[in-house]
């Protein structure tokens, strides 16, 4: 079992009254997270709202009838608890239950289905936080520094999902492959009750072809034959769902700059992968760039996120092709980052970004130094 970075930051909160929401992807390891808090915490119970029984209980928003499913009632887990209408106003009512001590945990699997129940009713009662597969420090504290580069390759092919990092190599393919089929948006299927999920599955797969590219919402209408608008409302159900992280474009006042583009990643290079059906090696591909670069941009949103950092992240890029892969504004500072799958290929920064923000941190992340940068 692979240590998780979550696990101190929610004991952190776990000293306060809040409630504690865990949103991921499908099979990202909130359940296993639960155990591991479950093992440390034995008077720790956990309830699956998938469970007919709870998800009646819980139906019936009766605080006392709630309440007696709990033996101890000190620390109570709801998994999946996006299944059950109206959980935000049932946790509402057990946290503002003056007789109850209990700190409570939610998870969810889409954050536009838990969150839009929560939202307005737990507002100032919740704290949340995000689980994504592994990451490479992660991986390393299981299996060490040595063992995290000889598999980096890999990583970029068949991602770092926690039930599959460790499979041979068919058995991640035949995985990966039914996990990017209609069970990674499950959700969306059911919360948009789509009739034809190929065209989730021709989204995804164009977004997958332009790793790395600005994206075109009309492009993109175009290609599908359906609106913008569905286009942006697909789009974002996809982000919600952990599938694509969202990279928007940095901008002030530099005449030339990009000011509204987006770039779209894959949490995931596996997921990324299947759904183009390549997991050819990394040495063999066009697209080595694009899944470096892929792998980075995600790596550092969960170095940042883990650490809590607080930070934005953009991409720059001007319209005579001056460009800088990932932006890092933090506590007043930019911090920029190139990435470079061939160290060979020499980068600096662009000249007119540099003076213009005063840019005193620029890296250029290649194979040969990802350890320094993410471990």
């Given at each position: 079992?692979?240590?998780r970075?979550?696990?101190?930051?929610?004991?952190?909160?776990?000293?306060?009254p809040?409630?504690?929401l865990l949103?991921?992807?499908?099979?990202?390891g909130?359940?296993?997270?639960?155990?591991?808090?479950n093992?440390?915490?034995?008077?720790?119970?956990?309830?699956?709202?998938?469970?007919?029984?709870?998800?009646?209980?819980l139906?019936?928003?009766?605080?006392?009838?709630?309440?007696?499913?709990?033996?101890?009632?000190?620390?109570?887990?709801?998994?999946e608890?996006?299944?059950?209408?109206?959980?935000?106003?049932i946790?509402?009512?057990?946290?503002?239950?003056?007789?109850?001590?209990t700190?409570?945990i939610?998870?969810?699997?889409?954050?536009?289905?838990?969150a839009?129940?929560?939202?307005?009713?737990l507002?100032?009662?919740?704290?949340?936080?995000?689980?994504?597969p592994?990451?490479?420090?992660?991986?390393?504290?299981?299996?060490?520094?040595?063992k995290?580069?000889e598999?980096?390759?890999?990583?970029?092919?068949y991602?770092?999902?926690?039930?599959?990092?460790?499979?041979?190599?068919?058995d991640?393919?035949?995985?990966?492959?039914?996990?990017?089929?209609?069970?990674?948006?499950?959700?969306?299927?059911k919360f948009?009750?789509?009739?034809n999920?190929?065209?989730?599955?021709?989204?995804l797969?164009?977004l997958?072809?332009?790793?790395?590219?600005?994206?075109?919402?009309?492009?993109?209408?175009?290609l599908?034959?359906?609106?913008?608008?569905?286009?942006?409302?697909?789009l974002?159900?996809?982000?919600?769902?952990?599938?694509?992280?969202?990279l928007?474009?940095?901008?002030?006042?530099?005449?030339n700059?990009?000011?509204k583009?987006k770039?779209?990643?894959?949490?995931?290079n596996?997921?990324?992968?299947?759904?183009?059906?390549?997991?050819?090696p990394?040495?063999n591909?066009?697209?080595?760039g694009?899944?470096?670069?892929?792998?980075?941009?995600?790596?550092?949103?969960?170095k940042?996120?883990y650490?809590?950092?607080?930070?934005?992240?953009?991409?720059?890029?001007?319209?005579?092709?001056a460009?800088?892969?990932?932006?890092e504004?933090?506590?007043g500072e930019?911090?920029?980052?190139?990435?470079?799958w061939?160290?060979?290929?020499?980068?600096?920064?662009p000249?007119?970004?540099?003076?213009?923000?005063?840019?005193?941190?620029?890296?250029?992340?290649?194979p040969?130094?990802?350890?320094?940068?993410?471990?």
């Amino acid at each position: 079992m692979y240590p998780r970075k979550l696990i101190s930051l929610i004991e952190d909160e776990l000293k306060k009254p809040e409630i504690i929401l865990l949103f991921g992807a499908r099979r990202t390891g909130k359940s296993t997270l639960l155990n591991l808090l479950n093992e440390r915490y034995p008077e720790m119970e956990i309830f699956n709202c998938d469970n007919p029984l709870v998800y009646d209980v819980l139906q019936s928003k009766k605080t006392e009838a709630i309440k007696a499913l709990f033996k101890r009632g000190d620390l109570i887990a709801f998994d999946e608890a996006q299944t059950v209408p109206d959980i935000g106003l049932i946790l509402k009512l057990l946290f503002d239950d003056s007789s109850s001590h209990t700190k409570f945990i939610a998870t969810g699997s889409s954050s536009f289905d838990l969150a839009n129940k929560t939202g307005e009713p737990l507002t100032g009662r919740n704290v949340s936080f995000n689980l994504f597969p592994l990451s490479l420090s992660e991986i390393k504290e299981k299996t060490g520094s040595l063992k995290v580069m000889e598999k980096l390759n890999d990583y970029l092919v068949y991602g770092t999902y926690p039930g599959i990092v460790d499979m041979n190599n068919n058995d991640k393919i035949k995985r990966l492959i039914q996990l990017s089929s209609d069970y990674l948006f499950k959700d969306i299927l059911k919360f948009e009750r789509l009739k034809n999920p190929d065209l989730l599955r021709q989204l995804l797969k164009a977004l997958a072809l332009q790793t790395g590219s600005q994206v075109s919402v009309q492009e993109l209408s175009q290609l599908l034959k359906i609106s913008a608008l569905t286009v942006e409302r697909y789009l974002e159900l996809l982000q919600k769902s952990f599938i694509i992280y969202k990279l928007s474009s940095y901008s002030s006042n530099l005449r030339n700059e990009i000011k509204k583009s987006k770039k779209y990643y894959f949490y995931d290079n596996g997921i990324r992968n299947a759904l183009i059906n390549n997991f050819n090696p990394v040495d063999n591909r066009t697209d080595a760039g694009a899944l470096w670069e892929n792998f980075c941009v995600i790596e550092t949103l969960k170095k940042v996120e883990y650490e809590q950092r607080f930070s934005n992240l953009y991409f720059w890029r001007t319209y005579d092709g001056a460009e800088i892969d990932l932006i890092e504004e933090r506590n007043g500072e930019i911090f920029t980052y190139e990435f470079k799958w061939n160290p060979r290929r020499k980068a600096k920064i662009p000249k007119s970004f540099a003076e213009k923000y005063k840019v005193k941190h620029f890296k250029v992340v290649t194979p040969e130094n990802i350890f320094y940068e993410f471990i």
